[in-house]
């Protein structure tokens, strides 16, 4: 039975339609409880690493919302300071035992005391990123990203922050020389650089870097940076500038660490979720932490194949291997994290709130086709009939379809939604199903995006998927299940609850945060990503 009515009574016929489609389904479809089949994850991508006085390593994660503790000798990871209050970018040990962290996206800097209180040394300062105490246990941090300047910290939190330079380039991970200086990347500009904090006084130590990302010293006082564009972590001499590179790792570098007491270095990857020791004298690597996922968010279905928005990385389950692959990463390529995904035989579209990017690619090589920027909070993409891309804007709450050879073409098809979060298209296209922020499920007509109400009383749904059995699957995250809706009549039904999804919200960001997705494998099997406990699950088709 083919249906695609073209009349005015277009919404009853497809309601009849779906109907019909339903009668044939003899009983409802049941699934085996969720199995992680990739994870779950020890955290939610990697960045700022530091070792305290006792030798134990710390690495925190800022999509995450967790700062965590690893053991140097069997990699394992257990959560030190759980969401909201861990979001950590970087952290530092400071005197009297305390330890500071930066939570980049909520703005704050925190310090937890010997006696394990938690306060707000410093609010207000979005993108806050680096942080470091000095000899004298002053504290300095940096805005990256969201901001470009460099602060002292009352640690006590009394007095106003204390700014000391601003527009450098992005000083990302820097420590404090012997020489009392201050010593950082320059994220834009490719430099190592020294700054008096007293004076403000900017001087380059070292240049011709792709992306340094932090510096750190060793005991000896020699001074060591990561490149996260070429994966190499790199000796420099401070007093004439001279490179020697250590070692050679991944794209994607984020921060790294020196343990004193054992000469070792530990570097982060966030792409790949890793945390890697290196003997800086003759260069040997050993894996502590790494999994195949770092951040899964969105998903997408093509025959066998699970495509997976991990925020640092495009990858590819698939099903019959049960094994991931990588399309792309962030700073090996031209990909910006990537956290929503649709993909059909030839090409996969990524969408990014966090870069307002929405990137297609090729199914088969990987390659950049276009970068398309400038939208407000692109949250899901989906391609249409014509060929057209179909955006749902999470700030504006507008649908935007997008055409031409550039993509500069775009018209707003659908307005005034409360923060569209997840699409779906029926399978000849001439349906669309939407979730928002605000509770509502709509069904449009893609030839006029006349809509209709399916439901108003959910909480917080993010990802929704159509199944072949005609049925609307959604990830109701703000109550921690999956539901089976009529797309028609409305009814729903309960496939799983108290899933590993919903990391607390952060005031002034995005309702959904990281995306929980949920799609119909080839075979009938479930699948769905989860912020919680990363990874990616399945829930197996009786």
């Given at each position: 039975m083919y249906c695609r009515p073209r009349t005015q009574w277009r919404w009853m016929t497809l309601a009849l339609c779906l109907s019909f489609g339903a009668a044939v389904q003899a009983e409802e479809a049941r699934y085996d409880a969720?199995?992680?089949?990739?994870?779950?994850?020890?955290?939610?991508?990697?960045?700022?690493?530091?070792?305290?006085?006792?030798?134990?390593?710390?690495?925190?994660?800022?999509?995450?919302?967790?700062?965590?503790?690893?053991?140097?000798?069997?990699?394992?990871?257990?959560?030190?300071?759980?969401?909201?209050?861990?979001?950590?970018?970087?952290?530092?040990?400071?005197?009297?035992?305390?330890?500071?962290?930066?939570?980049?996206?909520?703005?704050?800097?925190?310090?937890?005391?010997?006696?394990?209180?938690?306060?707000?040394?410093?609010?207000?300062?979005?993108?806050?990123n680096s942080l470091a105490y000095n000899q004298e246990g002053r504290l300095f941090a940096t805005q990256v990203f969201m901001g470009d300047a460099l602060y002292e910290i009352d640690r006590r939190g009394e007095a106003p922050v204390r700014k000391i330079k601003e527009d450098m380039g992005g000083l990302n991970g820097f420590e404090f020389g012997a020489d009392g200086k201050l010593y950082g990347p320059l994220w834009f500009k490719g430099k190592v650089v020294r700054v008096d904090v007293d004076s403000g006084k900017m001087e380059t130590v070292a240049r011709d870097f792709q992306v340094p990302a932090a510096v750190n010293f060793d005991a000896e006082g020699r001074l060591y940076v990561v490149d996260t564009k070429t994966g190499e972590l790199v000796r420099v001499d401070v007093d004439s500038g001279a490179k020697t590179t250590v070692a050679?790792?991944?794209?994607?570098?984020?921060?790294?660490?020196?343990?004193?007491?054992?000469?070792?270095?530990?570097?982060?990857?966030?792409?790949?979720?890793?945390i890697q020791e290196v003997d800086p004298e003759s260069g040997q690597i050993r894996t502590l932490v790494r999994s195949d996922l770092a951040a899964p968010a969105g998903l997408s279905v093509v025959g066998d194949d699970i495509y997976i928005a991990d925020v640092f990385a495009l990858r590819?389950?698939?099903?019959?291997?049960?094994?991931?692959?990588?399309?792309?990463?962030?700073?090996?390529?031209?990909?910006?994290?990537?956290?929503?995904?649709?993909?059909?035989?030839?090409?996969?579209?990524?969408?990014?709130?966090?870069?307002?990017?929405?990137?297609?690619?090729?199914?088969?090589?990987?390659?950049?086709?276009?970068s398309l920027h400038e939208f407000k909070a692109p949250h899901d993409v989906v391609r249409l009939n014509d060929g057209s891309l179909l955006v749902a804007e999470?700030?504006?709450?507008?649908?935007?379809?997008?055409?031409?050879?550039?993509?500069?073409?775009?018209?707003?098809?659908?307005?005034?939604?409360?923060?569209?979060?997840?699409?779906?298209?029926?399978?000849?296209?001439?349906?669309?199903?939407?979730?928002?922020?605000g509770g509502n499920l709509w069904a449009f007509d893609t030839d006029d995006w006349s809509r209709r109400l399916i439901r108003d009383d959910l909480v917080l749904p993010e990802g929704i998927d159509l199944t072949r059995d005609g049925k609307l699957l959604v990830m109701e995250v703000?109550?921690?299940?999956?539901?089976?809706?009529?797309?028609?009549?409305?009814?729903?039904?309960?496939?799983?609850?108290e899933l590993p999804v919903g990391l607390p919200q952060l005031q002034g960001l995005p309702p959904t945060g990281v995306f929980n997705d949920v799609v119909e494998a080839a075979n009938g099997d479930l699948y769905f990503s989860a912020d919680r406990k990363g990874g990616l699950y399945r829930m197996k088709r009786r």
């Open positions: 969720p199995r992680a089949v990739v994870g779950p994850l020890p955290y939610l991508g990697v960045h700022g690493l530091g070792v305290d006085t006792e030798g134990r390593l710390y690495a925190g994660s800022v999509v995450g919302q967790s700062l965590n503790r690893v053991d140097i000798n069997s990699g394992k990871v257990t959560v030190f300071e759980g969401p909201d209050e861990g979001m950590a970018d970087d952290v530092a040990f400071g005197p009297d035992g305390e330890m500071a962290w930066t939570s980049y996206l909520s703005g704050i800097l925190r310090i937890r005391d010997a006696d394990g209180e938690v306060r707000d040394a410093a609010l207000g300062l979005p993108g806050i050679t790792l991944q794209p994607a570098l984020d921060n790294l660490a020196v343990d004193h007491k054992r000469k070792r270095i530990y570097v982060s990857n966030m792409a790949d979720n890793s590819r389950y698939a099903v019959g291997e049960d094994k991931v692959h990588e399309l792309a990463r962030v700073w090996g390529s031209d990909l910006e994290y990537p956290m929503n995904i649709w993909a059909d035989q030839d090409t996969v579209v990524t969408a990014s709130w966090a870069a307002g990017v929405v990137q297609e690619f090729d199914r088969h090589s990987g390659e950049l086709k276009r999470l700030a504006s709450g507008d649908l935007v379809r997008v055409s031409g050879e550039e993509g500069k073409k775009r018209d707003v098809v659908v307005e005034d939604l409360e923060g569209p979060a997840g699409l779906s298209l029926n399978k000849d296209g001439s349906a669309l199903y939407v979730a928002d922020a703000g109550k921690r299940r999956l539901l089976e809706v009529d797309p028609v009549r409305g009814d729903q039904r309960v496939l799983a609850e």
